[in-house]
């Protein structure tokens, strides 16, 4: 190891910012070094001109003394400060730091980028509509826009989608991937496949509907959609790949109804199956692996579920693992027994799905005599312990196979408690407030096909089924369905239950303020359509929006307006589900430890500075991007890029000159406080800036927070 030290008898070192923004106060530090033998005494001038015309711009920074002395002891330094007032309309900056004594010298120069303080907000109003209505939606900001001097609007994007159903159609090509070769995915692929020829032989348009679309940007994700209306380009986020996957996968919409693949792909899978059956009826979770009791109940449910559904499906294996099945549930029983303890609570999620499944197939194949004392136990216990079951997917496969069974009453009373607990909401239809859970029998997409069906087959009760399919399909929305399972049952939910969402061609009416807007470009089967206005375009009146929709089902959209504003004008925006609130917080060391408090006066240079971002979300949502502007007198301590957990929210953090990114995943429905540091490193007034936050996938879900300005002394 050998070590090596660069240096000059007298060095400048300029410690600039990274960035300036208009209407900053910020002082400007050059450290001059005096590294020789001997005392040094000069001065230092410190110079800006424009970068584009290198004319000089001190006048305009009010740099009026440029020149100042020092008088530096060898080996040590000294710290000059340049107090600048940044004006408008600057541009790009050039500095020149020079230190000269009688015989030395030195220099340095760089640039250093001038904001505008005006920034380009992007503000939207979700319009959802629910069934044949005319609604009134007011944008409040719009309309007061005029209330501002500094305001300059941009663009008004309207976008209406008016028969969102066929979204879940274009979800449906996941359903051809799977990447393992286990027992539960090969049924996967064979249940949908299967359930696909069953949608395409029930809605001939289809077939068109599919032939518009290609060579279209309607299969695009919608990651790769409106990169305008966002506040980051997807090349810059994380997600690039998953949104060029998902417009690969809806471009296979196609593919996925071809009927001859359709007939070749159900056979395969259907041969797979069999040749993976045990004997005794049984199926093990990979080839050559033990018999697995649940993977056989998963997959025999399943052809129950398709051959209940119409389609047309062989389920001669299905039956031969009833035997298998019942056996399972007879040997839980004796285990009971065993235990002496029969009058206790046994139900399990397993049970439910069993009496669920197995109701499918009592026609086929009654329950034979040596183990019906078993399944009439559990039967028994269904009624007596529903109310303690935790989850509402087990407590829906028991209102199903009860009914099945015979028992009319229990069904009844217990789809009188699912709707007792459920919340009914004009836009997000009917739904359940529930902490999250990652359980299978907890998954919400699933759960929510379980509802509507049995809300179909036990209550009967058309208007509640089609409530149950309204918070379906918001969750498309804002959310992918990225699994075989989800996406299936979701499809087969939406679609082959209650109305046939498909069949509408109606498109949603608008009005903006005193103006029709006429639909051009209409996207075949969504309906989707776009109007755009620019600059002078723009009036005020236009936040006066009415939405009139001909037809049931539901429609949804977004009215997107850009404008720039004066940082330190903007207010926090509460227009949406989506609310963001920031705060400053300067972190001092005590005897007790590290403790945080509010800024509420000057603070110092080298202050730790804690920027606290409240948001709050009232849906689940996935490809969040959070964008929080820093102070230009201000460092990020953590400049590396790299994936975060903290409290209960995991995202990918990227430092950027002029702000900090946040990627997050998925975020589920809920209230969220995270913080990051930053270090104050020059003197002077100055403007943090705001917090921007946007669903990608559905850019209309945004919000931002206020500016916070502070004071360096």
């Not at 907000?121 to 319009?127: A, D, K, Q, R, Y």
């Not at 305008?228 to 690039?240: C, G, M, Q, T």
């Not at 049952?489 to 006429?518: M, W």
């Not at 104050?680 to 209309?700: D, F, K, N, S």
Request: glycine share 6%; charged share 25%; aromatic share 10%.
């Amino acid at each position: 190891t050998d070590q090596v030290v660069t240096s000059k008898d007298l060095m400048v070192q300029p410690n600039p910012p990274r960035f300036l923004r208009e209407g900053d106060v910020l002082e400007f530090s050059v450290k001059v070094v005096n590294q020789s033998a001997t005392r040094q005494n000069g001065s230092v001038r410190l110079t800006f001109s424009d970068a584009r015309t290198n004319d000089s711009m001190d006048a305009q920074l009010t740099n009026e003394n440029a020149d100042q002395a020092f008088d530096i002891p060898a080996g040590q330094s000294q710290s000059l400060f340049w107090k600048l007032q940044v004006p408008d309309f600057v541009g790009v900056l050039i500095y020149k730091a020079v230190a000269a004594t009688d015989r030395l010298s030195d220099g340095e120069e760089g640039f250093l980028p001038v904001l505008s303080k005006r920034i380009l907000v992007t503000e939207s109003m979700p319009l959802p509509m629910r069934g044949k209505q005319t609604r009134e939606f007011t944008f409040d900001r719009l309309i007061n826009s005029g209330d501002s001097v500094t305001l300059q609007s941009q663009t008004l994007t309207l976008q209406m989608t008016s028969n969102p159903a066929w979204y879940a159609v274009m979800a449906l090509p996941y359903l051809m991937e799977y990447p393992h070769q286990c027992s539960e995915q090969v049924f996967n692929r064979l249940y949908a496949n299967s359930l696909g020829q069953h949608i395409a032989a029930s809605d001939p348009k289809m077939e068109r509907i599919f032939e518009q679309w290609r060579g279209t940007d309607a299969l695009d994700s919608p990651l790769e959609k409106n990169d305008d209306l966002r506040n980051v380009l997807i090349a810059e986020s994380p997600w690039l790949r998953a949104g060029k996957k998902e417009s690969q996968a809806r471009r296979d919409v196609g593919i996925l109804f071809d009927t001859n693949r359709l007939n070749d792909e159900i056979g395969r899978a259907s041969n797979r199956l069999k040749e993976m059956q045990y004997s005794d009826g049984a199926w093990p979770w990979f080839p050559g692996g033990p018999a697995n009791d649940f993977i056989t109940l998963y997959i025999t449910t399943g052809f129950g579920r398709l051959r209940h559904l119409g389609v047309q499906v062989d389920v001669s294996a299905a039956i031969k693992s009833l035997d298998r099945l019942d056996h399972w549930i007879n040997e839980v029983y004796q285990e009971i027994l065993r235990r002496d303890n029969k009058d206790l609570n046994h139900l399990t999620p397993s049970i439910c799905l069993y009496l669920y499944g197995r109701s499918f197939f009592l026609k086929d194949k009654a329950v034979d005599a040596q183990y019906k004392t078993a399944v009439d136990y559990f039967l028994g216990q269904a009624k007596k312990f529903w109310p303690e079951l935790g989850n509402r997917q087990s407590q829906g496969h028991l209102a199903i196979g009860l009914k099945r069974f015979g028992d009319l009453n229990t069904p009844r009373e217990i789809m009188a408690s699912l709707t007792e607990r459920s919340i009914s909401d004009d836009e997000m239809g009917m739904l359940w407030r529930e902490s999250p859970s990652w359980w299978w029998y907890e998954a919400p997409i699933e759960t929510q096909a379980v509802m509507i069906e049995a809300y179909d087959e036990v209550a009967n009760d058309p208007q509640k089924v089609e409530d149950c399919k309204v918070w379906l399909l918001k969750q498309k929305q804002t959310q992918n369905w990225k699994t075989t399972k989800a996406t299936a049952d979701a499809c087969y939910a939406l679609l082959l239950r209650g109305t046939n969402l498909l069949a509408s061609d109606e498109l949603v009416q608008v009005r903006l303020g005193s103006i029709e807007v006429e639909p051009a470009n209409v996207e075949a089967g969504t309906g989707f359509f776009e109007q755009r206005f620019v600059r002078g375009e723009i009036k005020p009146e236009m936040g006066q929006v009415t939405v009139t929709k001909l037809d049931d089902g539901i429609a949804w959209g977004g009215l997107h307006w850009q404008y720039l504003e004066d940082v330190s004008k903007i207010v926090p925006f509460e227009g949406t589900p989506l609310t963001l609130k920031k705060e400053l917080f300067i972190k001092r060391n005590t005897e007790k430890g590290p403790v945080i408090e509010p800024v509420t006066g000057p603070v110092e240079v080298g202050d730790e500075l804690v920027t606290r971002v409240e948001l709050r979300v009232d849906r689940d949502m996935e490809y969040v991007h959070l964008k929080d502007y820093r102070g230009s007198g201000t460092e990020p301590v953590n400049v590396l890029s790299q994936y975060k957990f903290q409290d209960g929210l995991a995202y990918y953090e990227s430092t950027k000159d002029t702000a900090s990114h946040f990627f997050i995943d998925f975020l589920r429905r809920g209230t969220y406080v995270f913080e990051y540091s930053v270090r104050v490193q020059h003197r002077g007034q100055y403007q943090t800036g705001i917090a921007e936050l946007q669903c990608m996938y559905a850019p209309e879900f945004n919000s931002h927070s206020g500016s916070v300005a502070i004071t360096v002394e």
